[in-house]
């Protein structure tokens, strides 16, 4: 069935007339993690350049931390990404699932999409460490005896925000919003400061200043280039979490406060730079008045924390898209908001999350050696978007082969000179991301993999509907009252469970209804077309629900859908039967590779059950055990 037919025709946000409250609310959300950047990049990038940094070379920084802004995230993400959209939902996962199916190099594709998604988990499991180490170095300036306190608080603030995640962050949310609001025109306000120490620093916005710096400083360059890219490691979320408030309000947050407040702030720092300010301690709390900086440390600690939980937050909808798609295994997926689909919490990426941010925090002790490890998986993950930018200008937008070549490459280019830049940081610290999203990748691969290898093993075994119920009635089956609902993979044929309920209770209930459960590759589908149900056999209905993989299948729910399609079936008081697969290797030897088998009978066996996926209800439900070569 074609997907743009059931896909809903609005999307949420789009529409509302509440877009400045929504840009507001985005501030919290979105910008959490470019926002707090300017915390560790200027400090971060002064370092790499050298300990005495002249005038031309502060300009230079300065200017190429500009345009970084400016080519990557208000040109590649709000000019051109947030134009792709997959039903108005954005995300590398999104634009994959909306590409694969469309075209040619279907297996590139998901490739990209795959690992720039499992690279993401990869570097987000060091913003949270490097931000919250780099806000609390602030005290270094104003209580210095209390240095030794830094890495002990920093790990104490991580583990409380990852500890109250089961418990839901709605009703704290609300004051993300105001409180990033606060953060952005206080940095711009300090950089407006700084500026008027030193005002000639504005003539950074000229380009010439950055190139000049590139071409005449050798592999210095080189080197400053991994650290500049710090400043644009939150650009991904511009696209990511464009479904939740939609494109107008984002676009208005960044060019309306945030980019301004970060170029000025930069601007700031730089200023005091070239006034001969100390570049021992962070040069962003120099900004600041003396009177004013413990305020300043502990609204830069909220801001941080707020920067977080916008990554855990979008750990948690990442891997939902994912499962839905179908590859990843089924988790346990709490709602811990009913009015508010994006307040979720899943079990084991918290805790696993939790393990990586702590351990990072503590193995690296500080922010500048933190920020060694820090960027390559990004830029990345931003090399494999640029890939899929192409194609989508290709097959959505259909531009010319030499127009969409032309703004690919520009974009490849910067990302993979950002990328080269970061290679450096692989053996100080880089290889953890790498690693990281190296094995959330092959877990990806391997479940998409098991699961097609099962499905193709279980239709291999079918039996039409008219041969199974003349085979009924040749053998005098009774059916008895009551009703069963049987779930299946397969949407053609008597599902396996069924027959063998059949021969091994020698019953079959009165009505009987077969049901697949299908995502497709869109965020949302209409009330209107969930359910495809029709008629096979006396009593005997096949039915197909289709979802969103933005949504949450809910299978009692349906019967609302059955009602209204004049099927006297009803899920209230039925039976619902499931397969329980034991995996097993192939005799011919022709199955997936050992290992994978074994590894995806793992990943089978400790999945979150199929009553809890699907909001069964438990004192309802039969299992039956199958063994399933693949």
């Known amino acids: 069935m074609d997907q743009a037919a059931l896909a809903t025709a609005t999307t949420s946000g789009h529409k509302s007339p509440k877009t400045f409250l929504l840009a507001g609310s985005a501030l919290g959300v979105v910008f959490g993690d470019i926002g707090t950047s ?16 002249t005038p031309d070379i502060i300009l230079g920084l300065l200017s190429l ?4 802004l400016i080519l990557i995230t ?23 699932s909306l590409l694969q199916h469309n075209g040619k190099g279907r297996g590139l594709i998901i490739f990209a999409g795959l690992l720039g998604a499992a690279l993401i988990y990869g570097d987000g499991a060091i913003t949270p460490a490097i931000s919250v180490l780099s806000a609390l170095e602030g005290l270094k300036i104003v209580f210095p005896e209390g240095q030794h306190l830094i890495l002990p608080g920093t790990v104490a603030i991580l583990i409380a925000l990852f500890a109250i995640q089961p418990f839901g962050t709605a009703k704290i949310g609300i004051v993300f919003g105001p409180i990033m609001t606060l953060w952005f025109v206080t940095i711009a306000a300090l950089g407006i400061w700084g500026i008027a120490q030193h005002p000639a620093v504005l003539m950074a916005i000229n380009p010439y200043y950055g190139v000049h710096f590139l071409l005449s400083n050798g592999f210095v360059s080189f080197l400053v280039l991994g650290g500049v890219f710090l400043c644009v490691t939150g650009a991904e979320a511009l696209y990511a979490d464009m479904g939740h408030f939609g494109k107008k309000p984002i676009w208005m947050a960044w060019f309306g406060l945030v980019f301004p407040s970060l170029v000025l702030n930069y601007a700031g720092q ?55 798609l179908g590859w990843l295994p089924r988790l346990l997926i709490k709602q811990t908001a009913e009015d508010n689909y994006g307040q979720i919490y899943i079990g084991i990426v918290n805790w696993l999350l939790m393990i990586a941010t702590v351990f990072l925090a503590v193995f690296f002790k500080s922010s500048d050696n933190l920020a060694a490890a820090y960027g390559i998986a990004v ?79 279980l239709n ?26 049987f779930l299946t993979r397969s949407q053609s044929g008597v599902p396996p469970v069924m027959r063998w309920h059949v021969i091994r209770n020698r019953a079959l209930q009165q009505q009987v209804l077969a049901l697949t459960v299908t995502i497709l590759n869109v965020p949302h589908i209409a009330n209107v077309n969930r359910l495809v149900i029709r008629k096979s056999a006396p009593d005997y209905w096949r039915a197909v629900a ?18 209204k399609r004049n099927c ?36 089978a066996r400790n999945c979150t059950h199929a009553t809890h996926y699907y909001h069964l209800p438990g004192d309802q439900v039969v299992e039956i055990s199958r063994r399933v070569a693949i």
């Open 460 to 485: 291999d075994i079918g039996m039409d509907v008219e041969t199974f119920f003349d085979k009924l009635h040749e053998n005098k089956i009774p059916r008895g009252p009551g009703s069963a609902v």
């Open 270 to 324: 730089s200023a005091l730079l070239l006034s001969g300010a100390d570049i021992s301690h962070n040069i962003f709390f120099r900004l600041c008045p003396s009177a004013l900086q413990i305020p300043l440390v502990i609204l830069a600690t909220l801001a941080t924390i707020i920067a977080s939980q916008a990554i855990i937050t979008g750990a948690f909808s990442m891997t939902r898209q994912t499962i839905q």
């Open 65 to 68: 931390i500009i345009w970084t």
């Open 379 to 457: 830029s990345l993950t931003m090399l494999m978007t640029s890939g899929l930018l192409y194609v989508a200008m290709r097959r959505i937008w259909h531009w010319n082969r030499t127009a969409s070549a032309l703004v690919a490459l520009l974009f490849l280019t910067i990302d993979t000179c950002f990328l080269i830049a970061n290679l450096i940081k692989v053996l100080e610290g880089g290889y953890i991301p790498l690693l990281l999203a190296a094995v959330i990748c092959s877990v990806m691969v391997i479940w998409h993999r098991g699961h097609a290898a099962t499905l193709r093993s």
């Open 546 to 563: 289709y979802y969103g993989f933005m949504e949450r299948p809910n299978i009692p729910a349906l019967q609302h859908e059955i009602s």
């Open 38 to 53: 300017p915390l560790y990049t200027l400090k971060t990038v002064i370092l790499l350049s050298g300990n005495s940094p």
């Open 74 to 96: 208000s040109i590649k993400y709000a000019a051109f990404a947030m134009r792709i959209d997959n039903r108005g939902e954005g995300g590398i996962m999104a634009l994959m």
């Open 568 to 603: 006297p079936f009803e899920l209230a008081d039925a039976t619902y039967y499931l397969g329980h697969e034991t995996i097993v290797g192939r005799e011919d030897g022709q199955g997936i590779a050992k290992w994978q088998r074994r590894c995806f009978a793992f990943m």
